[in-house]
């Protein structure tokens, strides 16, 4: 942290990498104390964006792990804040999370509209967003449909993972939830698996942490007890010490536990 002071603009960057580390373990108060604090480093006006892409990260976490009033309130505010780009894609991917479909759709809307011929908006953006709203819908083909534009891309790192961390193999997550929802048992191992396997894609984006419980939800589907078992364990070591509140990591304890 002290040689990373020294450089402008190099300390809240720092803070918000921490802040990464400790959501990717289900730490979430602490991700987000260290959040705030990087975010409180963006007080001036003019650094209004740069403080609004920091506040998307709590919002994409409580919306991964499924608290959906704060992911909804951190996603507002953060538009409130700014109109940039990647502020709009993370804040519409977190009120899809959160199952605020119109609102979610309405920025998604404004990304077509204002960057109709941005590669990354149309390809890597603009898809798993339009797909989380479909299976929120309960349309998980029509998810997939929507996400096949995706696909040549999904390896590759979005703008927004630049500077603040935001969006690894976000298309890969949704279509493995979409097949998982459509109950192609074989896919839904295959994108999930995708995720586990790219950890230095990942970094410490919490999709690395949370594929290991949809890996094993996926293999449960498909009959496959003992590996499930397995993969359930890992998510549940790398959480090992998550705040114990947090839904979905609720709800994992629950299915590991039926597993025995």
């Known amino acids: 942290m002290a040689l990373g002071g020294k450089e402008p603009g190099a300390e809240d960057m720092i803070l918000d990498r921490q802040a990464f580390v400790s959501?990717?373990?289900?730490?979430?108060?602490?991700?987000?104390?260290?959040?705030?604090?990087?975010a409180d480093l963006n007080a001036q006006p003019d650094q209004r964006g740069?403080?609004?892409?920091?506040?998307i990260g709590p919002a994409?976490?409580?919306?991964?792990?499924?608290?959906?009033?704060?992911?909804t309130k951190r996603a507002v505010e953060a538009t409130n804040l700014s109109k940039?780009?990647?502020?709009?894609y993370g804040a519409a991917f977190a009120l899809a999370l959160a199952g605020e479909s119109e609102r979610s759709q309405a920025l998604a809307k404004d990304l077509d509209q204002r960057?109709?011929?941005?590669?990354?908006?149309?390809?890597?953006y603009l898809p798993p967003i339009r797909g989380l709203v479909a299976l929120k819908a309960?349309?998980?083909?029509?998810?997939?449909?929507?996400?096949?534009?995706?696909?040549?891309?999904?390896?590759?790192?979005?703008?927004?993972?630049?500077?603040?961390?935001?969006?690894?193999?976000?298309?890969?997550?949704?279509?493995?939830?979409a097949y998982l929802n459509a109950r192609?048992?074989?896919?839904?191992?295959?994108e999930f698996q995708k995720i586990v396997d790219a950890r230095t894609i990942v970094v410490s984006d919490p999709v690395g942490a949370l594929a290991h419980l949809q890996l094993g939800r996926a293999l449960v589907l498909s009959?496959?007890?003992?590996?499930?078992?397995?993969?359930y364990q890992r998510f549940l070591e790398l959480w090992k010490d998550a705040d114990p509140d947090i839904p979905v990591f609720i709800q994992a304890k629950k299915e590991f536990a039926a597993l025995n």
């Not at 940039?84 to 709009?88: G, H, I, L, P, T």
């Not at 960057?115 to 990354?120: H, I, V, W």
């Open 23 to 38: 959501a990717y373990s289900g730490r979430l108060n602490k991700a987000k104390s260290l959040a705030q604090r990087a």
């Open 50 to 55: 740069r403080k609004a892409l920091i506040e």
């Open 60 to 71: 994409l976490w409580d919306g991964f792990f499924g608290n959906t009033s704060a992911a």
């Open 84 to 88: 940039d780009r990647d502020v709009e």
């Open 115 to 124: 960057f109709p011929e941005d590669s990354a908006v149309q390809s890597l």
């Open 138 to 177: 309960g349309a998980p083909s029509k998810a997939l449909d929507l996400l096949r534009v995706s696909l040549p891309y999904d390896r590759g790192l979005p703008p927004s993972a630049a500077p603040f961390f935001i969006g690894p193999l976000y298309t890969t997550y949704v279509r493995g939830l």
């Open 184 to 190: 192609q048992r074989r896919e839904a191992v295959e």
């Open 223 to 231: 009959g496959d007890k003992v590996n499930a078992k397995s993969t």
